[in-house]
């Protein structure tokens, strides 16, 4: 079993330098965590709000298979489908659509 920390976060640009940049602001709109196993689950209630917000995934003790969609119990996360987050990975996604959620299991 391993923990899924799921934050969805509003884009911000920095234009420090003269060009833009996008980063995750500091403060999540919402969070959870999961603790995974090999049965696909849903992450708390989170959905995205607004297509300009992030995904920001950690894996944490075992690699996870995340899949997001507009259901994430119809659509569940199965080992090959979605994307890998490897144990100790932290990655980011854009959310593709208002409403997407997010399943996870744990690589079997």
Do not use: Y
């Not at 500091?26 to 969070?31: I, Y």
């Not at 959870?32 to 992030?54: E, I, K, P, Y």
């Amino acid at each position: 079993m391993g923990t899924l920390h799921v934050a969805l976060c509003e884009m911000n640009t920095r234009a420090d330098t003269g060009s833009t940049m996008p980063l995750a602001k500091s403060q999540p709109v919402t969070q959870a965590t999961l603790d995974t196993t090999t049965m696909s689950a849903q992450v708390g209630t989170l959905a995205a709000g607004r297509l300009n917000q992030v995904w920001l995934v950690t894996a944490l003790g075992k690699d996870v298979w995340v899949r997001f969609s507009a259901s994430a119990t119809s659509n569940a996360a199965q080992s090959g489908q979605g994307h890998l987050i490897p144990a100790g990975a932290a990655l980011a996604f854009g959310v593709s659509a208002v409403g997407e959620q997010i399943a996870a299991r744990d690589v079997a």
